[in-house]
């Protein structure tokens, strides 16, 4: 039996979070260098005595959610209730923020409107939190769209910022309602976002990336060559490229059927920006297969606060019903030290990166 709605809801923001926190100890990783820590062997927290905390991808996801709420379906207030999450998240002295994301929170607090705040970037930062677009607007295209690109312009003016993470959310309405995984030809056909671009220019790249997944799909192609084929250094690891991330996710969730634990793990042994690729499979498979499709043992061990996992699913509840609420405050001294905390652990990674890789296992 198909999970409910509101179950898919929860595993959207549950799955967020769990690929988070696992894919985080590993940010920045070659491939080769995780094959040899053997972490995949068996893939669990690691970030700090065996827990896992989130990164900035579930911060933004919860933060958008808020705004959502608050909004009542109106995008300009969306827009200005998103911009001052981002203000008072910046405040909070959060560790690991993208470059242009953090440029782009620099002139919202120098002025500059949420519809000329956004930098000329196309990296991951708004496909990374966009999905729960789609759990606010499950039957209105046109919403998502509109509401997707308000969030998009907020950090990032590239459209191909806006197009990749249109892509994210538009394949996250289908799997939210899928009873069984979407075919290859309707993922293509989702993904070219006939109805949703009017205000875009066609990009040439991104009908060549999806020319590449078919081919790839049809033909069993492993995702290292997938990547090389669109021009990611796949040696390297996925980079934080939205044309990069946002198809090596879709990629690798077709040829698991959106399992979560096998997404999960191939696109962490992917290596590269591995916190937010793994947020964005964990959204997509916890879509489709709800709170029991993710591992237990991957969500237990997540220890957050002041907003912790039960509260992720409390935001759930209202993003299903609609019910404005606030589970995470703008900023409070718990997210003070909770950074603090989180920049100290951040820190140790880096000089344990700096060990033998013996040392490390």
């Known amino acids: 039996m198909p999970p409910s709605t509101q179950n898919r809801i929860e595993g959207l923001l549950l799955g967020t979070a769990v690929g988070d926190a696992l894919g985080l100890p590993m940010e920045g990783m070659k491939p080769s260098t995780i094959e040899r820590l053997g972490w995949m062997k068996n893939l669990r927290h690691r970030f700090i005595f065996a827990r896992g905390m989130w990164s900035d991808d579930t911060e933004h996801s919860i933060m958008l959610a808020q705004a959502l709420l608050a909004s009542d379906g109106d995008v300009r207030v969306f827009a200005r209730k998103f911009a001052w999450e981002l203000?008072?998240?910046l405040f909070g002295l959060p560790a690991g923020v993208g470059l242009a994301t953090a440029r782009a929170m620099i002139k919202l607090w120098l002025g500059f409107s949420p519809e000329h705040s956004g930098v000329f970037s196309a990296g991951n930062g708004s496909a990374?939190?966009?999905?729960?677009?789609a759990a606010y607007f499950p039957d209105d295209a046109e919403q998502r769209f509109q509401f997707v690109a308000a969030q998009t312009r907020i950090t990032h003016s590239d459209p191909k910022a806006i197009i990749a993470s249109l892509a994210v959310t538009e394949l996250s309405a289908c799997l939210l309602k899928a009873e069984a995984p979407p075919s290859q030809e309707d993922?293509?056909?989702i993904l070219k976002l006939p109805n949703n671009i009017d205000s875009l220019s066609w990009d040439d790249e991104w009908n060549n990336i999806l020319n590449h997944m078919e081919k790839g799909w049809s033909e069993n192609i492993p995702l290292p060559s997938f990547l090389s084929n669109i021009g990611s250094h796949s040696h390297r690891g996925i980079s934080g490229y939205a044309y990069h991330t946002v198809p090596a996710v879709i990629y690798t969730g077709v040829q698991f059927?959106?399992?979560f634990r096998k997404t999960i793990t191939a696109i962490i042994e992917a290596g590269g920006d591995t916190d937010s690729t793994a947020a964005i499979a964990g959204a997509l498979c916890g879509a489709f297969g709800g709170t029991t499709a993710i591992p237990n043992q991957w969500i237990a061990p997540i220890a957050e606060w002041p907003t912790d996992m039960n509260e992720l699913r409390i935001l759930a509840q209202a993003i299903h019903t609609r019910n404005a609420l606030r589970v995470r405050p703008h900023c409070s001294p718990l997210l003070l030290l909770r950074n603090l905390l989180f920049l100290i652990?951040?820190?140790l990674h880096g000089f344990?990166?700096?060990l033998p890789t013996t040392l490390r296992r």
């Not at 990374?128 to 677009?133: D, E, F, N, S, V």
């Open 352 to 354: 344990a990166r700096l």
């Open 87 to 89: 203000r008072w998240w």
């Open 128 to 133: 990374m939190r966009t999905a729960i677009i």
């Open 345 to 347: 652990t951040v820190l």
């Open 257 to 259: 059927n959106w399992d």
């Open 187 to 189: 993922i293509i056909s």
